[in-house]
């Protein structure tokens, strides 16, 4: 039996903007089972304050980047203080702390790089649903495999994927979306763990028609790059 990594080598990296109303009861909750780092994107409420209330370590990042970017450099502090792997979750609430452990003994049994929580689409809204289904269909036919969530946030990464993807260019939400065509690209093991579908109605940074055309371009690329890792294969 594959006993579970010690939780002071894994770090749990929230991504905030905006979050002080909210983040609080989720660091409280995941530093239960891991030490916690908050990067703050660029915030004018007072999140650092809050967080670092809460008892979590707080990179400041100014002005305000985008979730890739604030990922990054919770990557670098990672791997920079020695780290085994990161595991991230959203400042507002949407991820459920108390199922770190999942990740925590998915990781202990299969060493994958990438270990993606998979979001019950049928739990969503309608009009997400929709949104989050054709996401899925699209991005699967692109890397030629089932990807089951492609855009949940909530993941454990490795150091090997995380060094890995401080070498991509690509920054903003499509960053989390890349992480899946590094780990497929690098040959790396892809793992999932069903987690629970919490939706509050929450605001999106950036609008719905950037959303699709900078996701459409994400799909392009990630075609592109598995085809020519396919071609060097050959």
């Known amino acids: ?12 990296i929230i991504p905030a903007y905006n979050e002080a109303s909210r983040i609080a009861p989720v660091i409280h909750a995941a530093l239960k089972h891991l030490p916690v780092l908050v990067v703050d994107d660029g915030s004018s409420d007072g999140t650092a304050q809050v967080a670092e209330e809460a008892g979590a370590t707080v990179v400041r990042q100014t002005p305000n980047q985008g979730k890739g970017a604030a990922l990054k450099a919770g990557f670098r502090y990672a791997l920079e203080h020695g780290f085994e792997a990161m595991l991230t979750l959203d400042a507002d609430g949407q991820h459920d702390p108390a199922e ?3 990740f925590l003994d998915a990781y202990a049994q299969s060493q994958a790089d990438l270990i993606i929580g998979a979001r019950d689409f049928s739990q969503m809204p309608f009009s997400r649903r929709l949104a989050n289904t054709l996401g899925r269909v699209l991005f699967s ?5 089932p990807v089951r969530d492609n855009q949940s946030g909530y993941r454990l990464v490795s150091r090997r994927m995380a060094e890995a993807a401080l070498e991509s260019p690509v920054g903003g939400f499509e960053f989390e979306v890349e992480m899946i065509v590094l780990c497929l690209r690098q ?8 987690i629970r579908t919490i939706y509050a109605g929450e605001n999106s940074h950036i609008s719905p028609l950037q959303h699709v055309r900078r ?3 994400m799909v ?3 075609r592109r790059i598995i085809r020519t890792r396919e071609r060097r294969i050959q």
């Open 1 to 12: 039996m594959t006993s579970s990594p010690s939780p002071r080598a894994i770090l749990a």
């Open 215 to 217: 996701f459409i371009q």
């Open 141 to 145: 036919r692109a890397v030629g495999q």
């Open 100 to 102: 770190i452990p999942l």
């Open 187 to 194: 040959g790396y093991r892809l793992g999932w763990v069903p």
């Open 220 to 222: 392009h690329r990630a």
